[in-house]
């Protein structure tokens, strides 16, 4: 047999071997596998489903914060120039449409732009004469104002008889009440100083005021335009013993009354006013006697404990941490009985601002400075040392 | 004497004719058998491991049933999915083989065949799991399941040379240890 002969051969027989091969494939079996490819076929459609809906609700929610996102980018870039504005009071062509308070021929650098939005189709607003831009008269509606602050040209608002002048800020100046008698003003950032009527107070940021407000327009308005002198002097004087007895409820309401001229620039009546207006649960208001003391009194003995406090205050009631870490190195800085707790409550609040290393630095201090410090086991919590 | 190997060709079912439509029920029922059949030939096992093969290969089958023109050529398709599939399986198998010390035994399927038979098959396994999986593939398509080179090439994905080329070095091992038998 030659060599070819027997390699067919053993082809075939290859052949013959492979048609034994065969398995059982019985119908149970046969529908047992067909079984698996419907379950697997309901599992993709589940997973495809569950992957299409969570892809929707995703790209939802991207849309929507991108939009968010784009609206509040582009809504001051696309205002329309004060310069359009003509000094006649006039009514807005629509309600929320900002106008920019700016010199259209010598555009101002974007830090120096106010921005104007009017609240309602009634707005009636016009610029005040020789203002440059950065004084406008409320005759009807409402608008927002925000204001990079300028000391040398305070931004002023006038309604009816009461003045609103900037202290770096954005707010809203709105007529409010039936007859539109009172004026509400809301202030988003910063502070402004309101004057009229009996009032006479500043406002801070999360705060509002609610005055009552006469269409006489005031005749005058510069810097030293401020009001004569009211005879609310005693009002002035009364809110001291009322808080140095514990009221601070009446005190900060007479407070409120007697406006900011009632409380004297120094140390002590800054601090009084401040525990007034904390204790009395408007601890916004205490930031800026607060910060009175340590702008103006910095080398008081008191002024660790004005630091401290406020920083308290930033940290506690107002939730700024960033603000409160500054106010308690402040008060570290001052020495005293303060620094250790200072130095501890600068620990926490580096921490909430989210500033971990600064956090962690700081705790490492106190366990240096304080090894047996009574703030320890806060001090390792917040600054994650062991 | 006449070399011309007596092979089983692939033929579509009489029934059909060229341009029937596609439905998996049909597929399914038809060509399942063939499936496993040759996925058992492919890897020498009857157990669960063919049929996961068959629920892998169908179940691509249900996902492009447009790609397939018609039932007659729902066959050769089937074979060629069920070899890529059957070299995934042959490939994790000698993955594994790696980490343990027991060679592959194989249990083959074989009701209607003799003792004798079964040994040599067992053997012939063993020979297989050897080899390089591609060329195992190949030799088992032209001899074990008697499909023609191209029909080989199509199914190994391969150019008719290579699939010859394959199966020629595949023949060379097996004549070699079966020389004598």
């Known amino acids: ?386 | 004497m006449a070399t011309t190997p007596k092979l089983r060709l692939a033929r579509p079912l009489p029934e059909l004719v060229a341009g029937s439509p596609v439905e998996f029920e049909e597929l399914f029922a038809r060509y399942g058998q063939y499936v496993a059949k040759l996925a058992s030939r492919m890897l020498g096992t009857g157990d669960a491991e063919v049929d996961d093969i068959v629920q892998d290969v169908f179940w691509i089958a249900s996902r492009r049933l447009p790609q397939i023109a018609d039932m007659i050529q729902a066959r050769g398709w089937l074979a060629t999915v069920t070899t890529r599939v059957v070299r995934r399986r042959l490939r994790r198998r000698q993955f594994r083989k790696l980490f343990h010390a027991s060679p592959y035994r194989a249990d083959v399927p074989a009701p209607g065949a003799t003792p004798e038979q079964r040994a040599l098959l067992a053997r012939l396994y063993e020979i297989l799991g050897s080899l390089p999986t591609e060329q195992r593939l190949a030799w088992s398509l032209r001899y074990l399941e008697g499909e023609p080179l191209d029909a080989v090439a199509a199914a190994c994905g391969c150019s008719l040379a290579t699939a010859k080329r394959r199966v020629s070095a595949a023949k060379k091992v097996i004549d070699e240890v079966f020389g004598d038998e």
Not at chain 1, 96 to 106: C, K, R
Not at chain 1, 179 to 205: F, H, K, M, W
Not at chain 1, 266 to 284: C, K
Not at chain 1, 316 to 343: I, K, N, Q, V, Y
């Open chain 1, 1 to 386: 047999m030659s060599e070819s002969e027997v390699f067919a051969m053993k082809d075939e027989m290859w052949a013959g071997l492979g048609e034994k091969v065969e398995p059982d494939w019985v119908p149970e079996r046969k529908w047992a596998v067909r079984a698996a490819i419907a379950r697997r076929a309901v599992r993709r459609r589940v997973m495809v489903r569950t992957a299409l809906v969570t892809a929707s609700a995703g790209m939802i929610a991207v849309g929507g914060i991108a939009l968010v996102t784009w609206r509040s980018f582009v809504a001051p870039s696309v205002a329309p120039s004060v310069a359009g504005l003509s000094s006649e009071p006039r009514t807005a062509p629509r309600a929320a449409a900002p106008i920019t308070g700016g010199d259209e021929e010598e555009p101002k650098a974007p830090g120096e732009t106010v921005i104007v939005t009017q609240l309602s189709p009634d707005t009636q607003l016009a610029p005040l004469p020789n203002r440059d831009g950065r004084g406008f008269a409320l005759r009807a509606g409402g608008a927002r104002f925000a204001v990079p602050h300028d000391s040398s040209r305070p931004f002023v608002v006038t309604a009816g008889d009461v003045l609103i002048e900037d202290l770096g800020t954005t707010f809203t100046v709105r007529y409010v009440g039936a007859a539109a008698d009172q004026l509400n003003i809301a202030v988003e950032e910063g502070r402004v100083r309101v004057r009229g009527g009996d009032t006479d107070t500043e406002v801070s940021a999360g705060s509002t005021l609610q005055v009552p407000v006469s269409r006489v327009a005031l005749s005058r308005v510069g810097k030293g335009a401020h009001r004569s002198q009211r005879s609310g002097g005693v009002v002035a004087s009364s809110w001291r013993p009322l808080a140095e007895g514990g009221q601070y409820d009446e005190a900060q309401r007479m407070l409120r009354k007697a406006g900011p001229s009632a409380v004297q620039d120094d140390t002590a009546d800054l601090l009084l006013a401040a525990d007034a207006a904390r204790l009395s649960g408007h601890p916004a208001e205490a930031v800026p006697y607060l910060e009175r003391v340590l702008r103006g009194h910095g080398s008081d003995p008191r002024a660790g404990l004005a630091a401290f406090t406020l920083g308290r205050v930033l940290l506690d009631e107002l939730g700024r941490p960033r603000e409160a870490s500054e106010a308690f190195a402040r008060a570290r800085s001052s020495g005293g009985p303060l620094a250790e707790d200072a130095l501890a409550r600068e620990v926490e609040a580096a921490s909430r601002a989210g500033d971990v290393a600064h956090s962690r630095e700081l705790a490492l201090l106190y366990q240096r400075l304080y090894p047996n410090g009574r703030r320890s086991r806060a001090v390792a919590r917040f600054g994650k040392v062991d």
